[in-house]
């Protein structure tokens, strides 16, 4: 468990370092979040009625200017024939940085994604449950997003490819979601929707840090 | 007999001799019900003639699964028993089930606007089928993205288990969603027991293009595995000529 822990403050530090990187998802998503209104027109209750899906694809989309760089320094200077090799598992290393992506980029989306949220004029009861189901929500994007990373790792186009693969998986998470979101604003029960979002959180953290190893050894050999 | 068939030149054997079987059925069964679709077969008493349009729509929704089903399997042999020929299978079926995806598609949008009005509609069904066709696509793009061919070739493989596990899952969020934000928009037309009438060209359909499909796939594998014979021998060429010279 050492190494698990050295790994995620070693590229928690590798990201502090190079700030911008994570500057830029949050600039993506609070820009293409504002451009809505431009688009569809600042009437207020259409903004409210649009906030939970706008919120949930800007920050899926936005998320998927950050996976490209997940595994690619890594690959290129060495240290992850060394993570392969390691007597440490391989699928523990990949949750390690799954971990470290999430705290970088994921926690500041959803730090940011309320603001967003008023902007749009969502109505206030449903900040809470946006808060609960965002951190569900980026984790599991975070998972799957780290399985394309590994995937199209050393490929032709990755950050193209990647979108077409991962976007559609994440199909769910933007369902329940918004849903979530859309229901607490209705007044309805809203545990439904987060006990799925759970769900899928806790079966993607099965699935993903075992996919992302598979994927991991075939392109370091 | 599934190591068996991972040589090569043991799998063209049995291919080559399989091969005429499958192509004169697909041959045989659509033209059969072709023509039980088209001329024996009654109007529907309320969609009239578009119900035609079942004929080939239903049979390419099932292949267009059957497809994903066996690429699921073809990769999961291929991982699990490092089985080259499954490899290339999966990969040969991959554009096969595309197509197949998006006629199932295009059929059902033709047939969309006569029944509901509309080329579309963000019903359950046709939305998992759209996501099924953008799966397809996903495979089909990291099995080519990268310089070495058996990289991409096992990468999809991973690619297409994640996407089979996470098939039922979409497919279920997509009929949440839609009984969540469409309550009956669209007054989906019950089909009563289907007569044996429109049973028959339907069934005949769907074995012929099951047949087709397995004809499809053995000339894409065949023609892939030539290829990579033809790149071996070039290779050992030029190493000779290397050597040689």
Same mark, same amino acid.
């Given at each position: 468990?050492?190494?698990?822990?050295?790994?995620?403050?070693?590229?928690?530090?590798?990201?502090?370092?190079?700030?911008?990187?994570?500057?830029?998802?949050?600039?993506?998503?609070?820009?293409?979040?504002?451009?809505?209104?431009?688009?569809?027109?600042?009437?207020?209750?259409?903004?409210?009625?649009?906030?939970?899906?706008?919120? %949930?694809?800007?920050?899926?989309?936005?998320?998927?200017?950050?996976?490209?760089?997940?595994?690619?320094?890594?690959?290129?200077?060495?240290?992850?024939? !060394?993570?392969?090799?390691?007597?440490?598992?391989?699928?523990?290393?990949?949750?390690?940085? +799954?971990?470290?992506?999430?705290?970088?980029?994921?926690?500041?989306?959803?730090?940011?994604?309320?603001?967003?949220?008023?902007?749009?004029?969502?109505?206030?009861?449903?900040?809470?449950?946006?808060?609960?189901?965002?951190?569900?929500?980026?984790?599991?994007?975070?998972?799957?997003?780290?399985?394309?990373?590994?995937?199209?790792?050393?490929?032709?186009?990755?950050?193209?490819?990647?979108?077409?693969? +991962?976007?559609?998986?994440?199909?769910?998470?933007?369902?329940?979601?918004?849903?979530?979101?859309?229901?607490?604003?209705?007044?309805?029960?809203?545990?439904?929707?987060?006990?799925?979002?759970?769900?899928?959180?806790?079966?993607?953290?099965? !699935?993903?840090? %075992?996919?992302?190893?598979?994927?991991?050894?075939?392109?370091?050999? | 007999?599934?190591?068996?068939?991972?040589?090569?030149?043991?799998?063209?054997?049995?291919?080559?001799?399989?091969?005429?079987?499958?192509?004169?059925?697909?041959?045989?069964?659509?033209?059969?019900?072709?023509?039980?679709?088209?001329?024996?077969?009654?109007?529907?008493?309320?969609?009239?003639?578009?119900?035609?349009?079942?004929?080939? $729509?239903?049979?390419?929704?099932?292949?267009?699964?059957?497809?994903?089903?066996?690429?699921?399997?073809?990769?999961?042999?291929?991982?699990? %028993?490092?089985?080259?020929?499954?490899?290339?299978?999966?990969?040969?079926?991959?554009?096969?089930?595309?197509?197949?995806?998006?006629?199932?598609?295009?059929?059902?949008?033709?047939?969309?606007?006569?029944?509901?009005?509309?080329? %579309?509609?963000?019903?359950?069904?046709?939305?998992?089928?759209?996501?099924?066709?953008?799966?397809?696509?996903?495979?089909?793009?990291?099995?080519?993205?990268?310089?070495?061919?058996?990289?991409?070739?096992?990468?999809?493989?991973?690619?297409?288990?994640?996407?089979?596990?996470?098939?039922?899952?979409?497919?279920?969020?997509?009929?949440?969603?839609?009984?969540?934000?469409?309550?009956?928009?669209?007054?989906?037309?019950?089909?009563?027991? +289907? $007569?044996?009438?429109?049973?028959?060209?339907?069934?005949?359909?769907?074995?012929?293009?099951?047949?087709?499909?397995?004809?499809?796939?053995?000339?894409?594998?065949?023609?892939?595995?030539?290829?990579?014979?033809?790149?071996?021998?070039?290779?050992?060429?030029?190493?000779?000529?290397?050597?040689?010279?």
């Amino acid at each position: 468990m050492t190494a698990f822990f050295a790994l995620i403050k070693r590229d928690i530090r590798i990201a502090l370092r190079q700030l911008s990187d994570t500057l830029i998802v949050i600039v993506f998503f609070v820009i293409s979040a504002s451009l809505f209104p431009f688009g569809v027109g600042a009437e207020p209750n259409l903004l409210a009625r649009m906030a939970p899906g706008v919120l %949930w694809v800007t920050a899926l989309l936005s998320a998927m200017l950050s996976f490209d760089r997940l595994f690619q320094n890594d690959f290129e200077d060495g240290t992850l024939e !060394l993570l392969v090799i390691a007597p440490q598992p391989l699928w523990l290393s990949a949750l390690a940085k +799954i971990a470290a992506h999430w705290i970088t980029t994921g926690f500041p989306v959803l730090l940011v994604a309320p603001l967003i949220g008023i902007m749009l004029n969502l109505k206030p009861e449903g900040l809470a449950v946006l808060l609960a189901a965002m951190a569900l929500g980026t984790s599991i994007i975070s998972l799957i997003g780290a399985l394309g990373a590994a995937l199209t790792l050393g490929s032709r186009r990755s950050g193209v490819l990647l979108s077409l693969l +991962i976007l559609p998986l994440a199909v769910p998470v933007l369902i329940f979601g918004s849903g979530a979101v859309e229901a607490s604003i209705g007044g309805y029960p809203v545990s439904q929707q987060l006990l799925m979002l759970s769900g899928l959180l806790l079966a993607c953290l099965v !699935l993903c840090p %075992w996919g992302c190893a598979a994927a991991l050894r075939i392109a370091n050999e | 007999m599934l190591q068996k068939y991972a040589n090569p030149k043991r799998f063209l054997t049995l291919a080559n001799s399989v091969l005429p079987w499958t192509t004169c059925a697909t041959v045989i069964l659509i033209v059969a019900g072709l023509y039980f679709a088209f001329a024996a077969s009654p109007p529907d008493y309320q969609q009239g003639q578009t119900v035609r349009i079942m004929y080939v $729509h239903v049979p390419s929704a099932w292949m267009a699964m059957f497809a994903y089903a066996f690429i699921v399997v073809a990769s999961a042999v291929g991982l699990i %028993w490092k089985h080259p020929v499954a490899h290339v299978g999966a990969l040969a079926a991959a554009p096969i089930g595309a197509c197949f995806t998006l006629i199932c598609l295009a059929t059902g949008s033709l047939w969309g606007k006569p029944m509901w009005g509309t080329w %579309w509609v963000w019903d359950a069904r046709l939305t998992s089928v759209l996501i099924l066709f953008f799966l397809y696509l996903g495979f089909i793009a990291l099995a080519n993205a990268f310089d070495d061919s058996s990289r991409g070739e096992k990468a999809s493989a991973i690619l297409a288990l994640i996407g089979g596990i996470n098939l039922p899952i979409i497919k279920f969020s997509v009929d949440w969603w839609n009984t969540l934000h469409q309550p009956a928009s669209v007054s989906k037309i019950d089909m009563p027991s +289907i $007569h044996s009438s429109m049973l028959t060209p339907l069934l005949l359909m769907g074995i012929g293009f099951t047949a087709l499909f397995v004809t499809l796939v053995i000339i894409r594998v065949r023609a892939e595995l030539a290829s990579r014979r033809i790149n071996a021998l070039r290779a050992a060429k030029i190493h000779a000529e290397v050597a040689g010279g």
